[in-house]
């Protein structure tokens, strides 16, 4: 499996920015796609995830109302829309497939088995 991010760059505080997922081979019913970030001096944290299925999603905190994930099946694809960006939210957004994802590991970097290169979004102030 690859996977491939796209969309990041910069942008003015309060502007969007929509990033792409793109992954190559086969994304399990049973699995889930999730997008973490990692900003200079910090760990890698959550962000949102949407469940292959059923397209359950799941937001961390800082970002509940203000991103939203969602996917193309048929695509193989899964986009973060971001609105309303602020400059706490730079950082290299990386996206990732778990094979097998439930609501109790869905938020864990650690069980996703394959991850993109990352993407980096700046937010000016």
């Known amino acids: 499996v690859q996977v491939v991010e796209s969309g990041g760059g910069l942008v003015q505080a309060g502007g969007s920015l929509r990033l792409s997922c793109e992954v190559s081979?086969?994304?399990?019913?049973?699995?889930?796609v999730g997008w973490f970030r990692q900003a200079p001096g910090k760990e890698r944290e959550f962000v949102a995830a949407?469940?292959?299925?059923?397209?359950?999603?799941y937001y961390s905190d800082p970002v509940q109302g203000r991103f939203s994930i969602s996917r193309d099946k048929a695509k193989n694809e899964v986009y973060l829309q971001m609105d309303s960006l602020k400059p706490e939210d730079t950082a290299v957004y990386y996206c990732?497939?778990?094979?097998?994802?439930?609501?109790?590991?869905?938020?864990?970097?650690?069980?996703?088995?394959?991850w993109g290169h990352g993407t980096q979004v700046t937010v000016s102030a």
């Open positions: 081979g086969r994304i399990f019913n049973s699995g889930a």
């Open positions: 949407i469940m292959w299925s059923d397209r359950s999603t």
């Open positions: 990732a497939v778990d094979d097998w994802s439930g609501y109790d590991r869905i938020k864990v970097s650690r069980w996703y088995d394959d």
